[in-house]
């Protein structure tokens, strides 16, 4: 990244780099995570899911 890079440049960049399928799977799976958080709210299930979360580099905290 240089000094220049802008917010707006990467957004341009990742509209040319992202393909539709990229973007759908990552849809998908924030919506799996979420579907999953909200619906298994059992302690263990949660604490794995958080643990899970963290390990994939997502800051929730």
């Known amino acids: 990244m240089t000094e220049t890079d802008t917010v707006r440049n990467r957004i341009g960049r990742a509209k040319t780099d992202v393909t539709?399928?990229?973007?759908?799977?990552?849809?998908?799976?924030?919506?799996?995570?979420?579907?999953?958080?909200?619906?298994?709210?059992?302690p263990m299930a949660h604490d794995a899911m958080h643990g899970f979360r963290h390990a994939a580099g997502i800051t929730c905290h």
């Open 20 to 42: 539709p399928a990229m973007a759908a799977a990552a849809l998908l799976m924030a919506a799996a995570l979420g579907f999953t958080l909200l619906f298994l709210q059992d």
